[in-house]
T-cell receptor, first 115, second 114 residues
Framework: DSGVTQTPKHLITATGQRVTLRCSPR?????VYWYQQSLDQGLQFLIQ???????AKGNILERFSAQQFPDLHSELNLSSLELGDSALYFC??????????????FGEGSRLTVL | AQTVTQSQPEMSVQEAETVTLSCTYD???????LFWYKQPPSRQMILVIR??????QNATENRFSVNFQKAAKSFSLKISDSQLGDAAMYFC???????????FGAGTILRVKS
């Protein structure tokens, strides 16, 4: 158990819909990262938040947005869903924002299926 | 931008034997960290081993060890005495000491034969 909690574990929805994925980081971790794992694209970095503020942005689509709340949990919002958005979405957390040897601790992922 | 390359899409090893997974990376930085993560069928991402670039000594964690060649930008993972539970997808990852995100390779599927 990494200490990172993601909900829901599985989600099936239709094209055009909107979903929200939730992540609670390990106790004491200030940074939250979101990754997308598709079958043909490996693990792609989407976005990082540190203590409530956006720290780094990767290949995140404009239809996707995220935020980190004062209690440090984070939500990833996916809208106008397309078939290609079907993937495993990982949340990870680390103690420090951009320094140190802090490896990332990953949640179990949220599997999104868009029909 | 940093890139990580895993040239072996799939590897097989006999139980109790040794296998080496390859990883190369590209960076212009001198201060960074390298990781190997394991992803079993459960899809959980599990840290296997970590290496700081400033350390010359290769990291070791029980049956797992790395061969870190900084000049060659190579970071291979050796698994000794392979066990059935080692079967998984293995990802090599890079993190700048001044950055935030992990950059992952495409992964290597390891199959362990009994």
């Amino acid at each position: 158990d990494s200490g990172v909690t993601q909900t829901p574990k599985h989600l099936i929805t239709a094209t055009g819909q909107r979903v929200t994925l939730r992540c609670s980081p390990r106790s004491g971790d200030l940074s939250v990262y979101w990754y997308q794992q598709s079958l043909d694209q490996g693990l792609q970095f989407l976005i990082q938040y540190y203590n409530g503020e956006e720290r780094a942005k990767g290949n995140i689509l404009e239809r996707f947005s995220a935020q980190q709340f004062p209690d440090l949990h984070s939500e990833l919002n996916l809208s106008s869903l397309e078939l290609g958005d079907s993937a495993l979405y990982f949340c990870a957390s680390s103690v420090q924002g951009g320094t140190g040897t802090g490896e990332l601790f990953f949640g179990e992922g949220s599997r999104l299926t868009v029909l | 931008a940093q890139t990580v390359t895993q040239s072996q899409p799939e590897m097989s090893v006999q139980e109790a034997e040794t296998v080496t997974l390859s990883c190369t990376y590209d960076t212009s930085e001198s201060d960074y960290y390298l990781f190997w993560y394991k992803q079993p069928p459960s899809r959980q991402m599990i840290l296997v081993i970590r290496q700081e670039a400033y350390k010359q000594q290769n990291a070791t964690e029980n049956r797992f060890s790395v061969n870190f060649q900084k000049a060659a930008k190579s970071f291979s993972l050796k698994i000794s005495d392979s066990q059935l539970g080692d079967a998984a997808m293995y990802f090599c990852a890079y993190r700048s000491a001044h950055g935030n995100k992990l950059v992952f390779g495409a992964g290597t599927i390891l199959r362990v034969k009994s």
